[in-house]
């Protein structure tokens, strides 16, 4: 590289510009080296050879030490700057002496240099500190060896020539050398200047590329983003609205809609019917305020589908603080939304039929109770029960009483107005809640009954269920409201009520509720719980009523059970078997009667009566699964003989599921058990069923021996039991015989057996077997 090429790149070149400014000077300085040893080599060895051979030996040592202390200086260039500087800038103020000595005026050129050569390499005040040196040693060291130089006027004055000499010397020098210092100052000042704006214009394009940078970084999150965005201009509320300008990629995903088809239209493309304007009403006036909201929203895709969205909107102001955009974050709830209607429809409303549940109904009552009691008008509250649906729903499968209860449930919404309530509590039982009747109690009492009976004549029509008809009625029990005191619970508890006394009247009829009726049911809870501390504290007993043949003589006897209430007294058994059978007691009092009869009939045994004993036992004792298992166990803890022992059931046990009744009963009577259908005749009275059965005895139901021999319906009912009896080689009993005339007429006929008052009470077992040993059981003989 030659000299005029570092000088090139040091002043002109981009390069140079962009390096640190502190180095240029030092540039500088290796550059005049370099020219100085370029040029000095090639004019020093000329110059070294003809000042040799001219006899001017120390101008050839001179020029060759000038040269060898350039090289060194220049080769070196580890050593500190300025002290490289300050040997270049001593070398040329002593050649200049050495000059001024040797040669004369033409060291002048030499002492000029220095000061100026100061200023380019130190500065303006190394400079100067030069320029006073350079003075100094011209005015001192020219007049001491008065070198020849020819000045008119001053040959005999050298001082006074040296003088002036020196003071326009150091005017020029000074000239040159300050002007030299400013312009390199302006350059260095320029150049940091240059610096300055070149690292600001390098700052400001990293922070371009960094803005650049993050906002492709963020456009590509925006895109890419699962959530919907949309920016929207800042333009006025009214119509048309604000217009689209972005729209991420999850909104063409969730709407169907591609940017070119919205970009330009405003947010209502995607609104629809069902869009709540309350909520676009609020979402508008706080955009009027510029101040963020949260909503949720019903929209519309391309397609027309429904979505639900969870929005952010928020604006967007510039740095004067003027709104500029308004950015909204979109978030599908859709299927939140499903779950959380799947869920109230769960909570407030039946699954089968889809009416309100009990929950809603509850929720319903207690605000219409609230409302009647600012403003009081007659409403009612109906309870319907399907009347033997449970027949229905076992003839013909769980499918088709599903389907019918639905067709109840849209038959009685069809039935009644907007404002009122249709609700199913479960299985069959449906209650309708009715408001505003009439503002008369009387008069919506009336009304209340006509819509009870408008509804008991509209289920009496057919069902069609699968192309069969299927006929059903309802009990239907009715309240009213308000009355002081009353709350939602409590109107259910006395409509309930009233449904339960229309189905005792007959079923398929209407009861109102009355007070009375409250007060039975609160009777009937009381005597089921004594009911239940009757089997643990010993108030119940066994009494055993025989059964006897023409001769009067026992030939069988049936086990009742009575309850000796501590402060009732003597409770009849038609008052606490109907609650023990409507209620889990059943299941506890079945079986302590059945094994007390057992040890009963151990008993009598022992005493030496092999009579049979019968024993009452109910369909939901019959029915438990583990029956025939926990008889086995009982008859093997016991001891008793099954062979001694008839069941007594009820024609209403055949009515359920014969095929596995008659299972059951075959399995007890592989263990000796005979059975006996009580009260026969007056439930499932179907003959068919009695060739199936593995049946010992029937027994003749009271209400046909009543009347008999006066009525000759019951007369023609008692003769038709006797003679199918006898021709399918039955035993017969006749219960509840009380006279004489009962006797003959039955015995007269073939009945094997007589059981009542006429010949017994039911008494205790010990007191029967006292009786035995001291009298006959007949009245008086029999013929």
């Known amino acids: 590289m030659t000299a005029f090429q570092t000088l090139q790149q040091t002043f002109l070149t981009p390069q140079a510009e962009n390096e640190e400014l502190h180095n240029w000077r030092e540039r500088i300085l290796s550059a005049i080296l370099l020219v100085i040893v370029t040029l000095g080599s090639l004019a020093a060895i000329p110059s070294v050879l003809l000042a040799w051979r001219e006899g001017l030996v120390a101008v050839a040592w001179i020029d060759a030490f000038a040269l060898a202390w350039v090289i060194t200086i220049w080769r070196y260039r580890t050593l500190p700057y300025r002290f490289r500087a300050w040997n270049l800038l001593a070398l040329v103020y002593l050649l200049g002496l050495w000059f001024l000595m040797v040669i004369g005026p033409a060291s002048q050129i030499y002492l000029m240099a220095f000061p100026v050569m100061t200023a380019l390499l130190l500065g303006l005040r190394p400079a100067l500190l030069a320029l006073v040196l350079n003075g100094v040693s011209l005015l001192s060291l020219g007049y001491a060896v008065n070198a020849d130089l020819q000045m008119q006027g001053f040959e005999s004055q050298p001082l006074l020539k040296w003088v002036v000499i020196t003071i326009n010397f150091m005017f020029i020098n000074s000239v040159i050398t300050i002007s030299c210092a400013v312009l390199l100052n302006q350059l260095e000042t320029s150049l940091e200047r240059q610096r300055a704006i070149t690292q600001s214009l390098e700052k400001g394009q990293s922070h371009l590329q960094k803005a650049n940078e993050d906002l492709r970084l963020t456009g590509t999150a925006l895109t890419r983003l699962n959530d919907m965005v949309v920016i929207t201009e800042a333009a006025p509320l009214s119509a048309p609205g604000p217009r689209i300008v972005f729209v991420n990629d999850a909104f063409e995903r969730c709407t169907g809609y591609t940017r070119e088809e919205v970009i330009g239209k405003t947010p209502r493309v995607l609104q629809g019917p069902r869009t709540s304007r309350t909520e676009l009403d609020r979402i508008k006036a706080a955009l009027g305020k510029q101040e963020p909201v949260h909503a949720e929203l019903l929209n519309y895709a391309k397609d027309g589908q429904e979505y639900w969205l969870d929005l952010n909107i928020v604006p967007v102001t510039n740095e004067q603080g003027e709104l500029t955009h308004w950015v909204s974050v979109e978030r599908n709830i859709t299927e939140r939304k499903k779950a959380e209607e799947d869920i109230h429809r769960l909570a407030y409303f039946d699954v089968l039929t889809g009416l309100p549940n009990r929950r809603m109904l509850l929720d319903r009552l207690e605000q219409v109770?609230?409302?009647?009691?600012?403003?009081?008008?007659?409403?009612?509250?109906?309870?319907?029960?399907?009347?033997?649906?449970?027949?229905?729903?076992?003839?013909?499968?769980?499918?088709?009483?599903?389907?019918?209860?639905?067709?109840?449930g849209q038959r009685l919404s069809d039935l009644v107005r907007e404002e009122d309530t249709v609700a199913r509590l479960g299985g069959d039982e449906f209650v309708i809640l009715t408001t505003h009747l009439t503002a008369d109690h009387d008069a919506g009492g009336r009304a209340a009954m006509a819509v009870a009976n408008k509804v008991r004549e509209a289920l009496e029509q057919p069902f069609t269920i699968h192309g069969e008809p299927y006929s059903t009625s309802a009990s239907i029990g009715v309240t009213l409201l308000p009355k002081p005191g009353q709350s939602a619970d409590g109107l259910l508890r006395e409509a309930d009520t009233a449904m339960y006394r229309a189905k005792a009247a007959g079923r398929n009829r209407i009861a109102f509720f009355e007070a009375a009726m409250q007060s039975e049911v609160e009777e009937r809870l009381a005597l089921e719980h004594d009911l239940a501390q009757a089997i643990t504290q010993n108030q119940l007993a066994l009494h055993l009523q025989p059964q006897v043949d023409r001769t009067g003589h026992a030939?069988?006897?049936?086990?009742?059970?009575?309850?000796?209430?501590?402060?009732?007294?003597?409770?009849?058994p038609s008052t606490f078997i109907p609650v023990a059978e409507d209620s889990p007691l059943m299941l506890r009092l079945g079986d302590w009667v059945m094994e007390q009869a057992f040890r009963t009939q151990v008993h009598l045994q022992a005493a030496g009566h092999t009579l049979p004993l019968s024993i009452n036992v109910s369909p939901r004792q019959f029915r438990q699964s583990d029956f025939v298992r926990r008889v086995s166990a009982l008859l093997a803890s016991t001891g008793a003989n099954p062979a001694r022992l008839v069941f007594e059931v009820t024609e209403g046990l055949l009515i359920e599921n014969l095929d596995r009744t008659i299972a059951r009963m075959n399995e007890l009577a592989a263990l000796g058990i005979r059975f006996s259908i009580d009260d026969f005749g007056t439930g499932y009275s179907s003959l068919a069923y009695l060739k199936r059965l593995p049946l010992y005895e029937i027994k003749i139901d009271k209400s046909f021996i009543d009347d008999t021999p006066a009525d000759p319906n019951d007369t023609a009912i008692v003769q038709m039991i006797l003679s199918m009896a006898r021709?399918?080689?039955?035993?017969?009993?006749?219960?509840?015989?009380?006279?004489?005339?009962?006797?003959?007429?039955?015995?007269?006929?073939?009945?094997?057996?007589?059981?009542?008052?006429?010949?017994?009470?039911?008494?205790?077992?010990?007191?029967?077997?006292a009786r035995q040993s001291s009298r006959p059981l007949q009245p008086h003989p029999m013929t």
């Not at 030939?555 to 009849?572: D, F, I, Y």
């Open 369 to 408: 109770l609230a409302s009647a009691r600012r403003s009081p008008v007659i409403g009612a509250l109906l309870y319907l029960d399907l009347d033997r649906f449970k027949n229905i729903n076992d003839a013909r499968g769980h499918t088709a009483g599903d389907a019918l209860l639905m067709s109840v």
């Open 555 to 572: 030939v069988g006897a049936e086990l009742l059970l009575r309850w000796t209430h501590p402060v009732r007294g003597q409770v009849p």
């Open 727 to 769: 021709h399918m080689g039955l035993k017969v009993v006749a219960e509840g015989v009380e006279t004489r005339e009962q006797a003959d007429f039955l015995l007269a006929h073939g009945c094997d057996a007589l059981q009542g008052y006429l010949f017994a009470k039911p008494a205790p077992v010990s007191d029967w077997l």
